[in-house]
């Protein structure tokens, strides 16, 4: 019988070039055991903002909200809506249980103890939000993208 030496651990490199959060470096590793399951949204997270892509769609919107009361602006509901669907959460309602997940509120430029992300009745609201013209614009605003 042959003694078995111990598996050397794997060891990752980090995952470069993420922008800071609240002023605070971030570095990705993938040698943490299951620490989140939707880490891949820090990654998503730079190329949303390269892009500008819950911005511009944002800009399409015509937002009837009492800008005093407002939380959460339209372009943040639709980035948290936009990493949900690419993390493989298409239901709105997840947004319940996903709201207080560190990842999430790092990919968008909150730290895990701050206030938590918009809620499912939000998301429901935004999604019912846009008026056909705005579509359209939304629709125009991809295309040139």
């Keep these: 019988m042959s003694e078995r030496m111990p598996a050397k651990p794997e060891v990752t490199a980090p995952l470069p070039g993420l922008s800071p ?34 911005d511009r769609l944002a800009a399409c919107v015509v937002d009837p909200r009492d800008p005093d009361r407002v939380t959460h602006s339209i372009a943040d509901i639709m980035r948290f809506r936009m990493l949900m669907i690419a993390a493989g959460y ?51 605003a991809m295309v040139a993208l």
């Design 21 to 54: 959060v609240c002023g605070k470096p971030l570095i990705a590793r993938f040698d943490g055991g299951q620490l989140s399951s939707d880490g891949g949204v820090l990654a998503l997270r730079e190329i949303e903002s390269h892009l500008g892509i819950a």
């Design 90 to 140: 298409e239901d709105g309602n997840d947004a319940s249980s996903l709201r207080r997940d560190p990842a999430l509120k790092m990919a968008l430029g909150q730290l895990s103890q701050g206030a938590a992300l918009c809620s499912q009745p939000t998301i429901s609201r935004l999604e019912n939000l846009p008026r056909p013209r705005d579509l359209l614009r939304m629709g125009q």
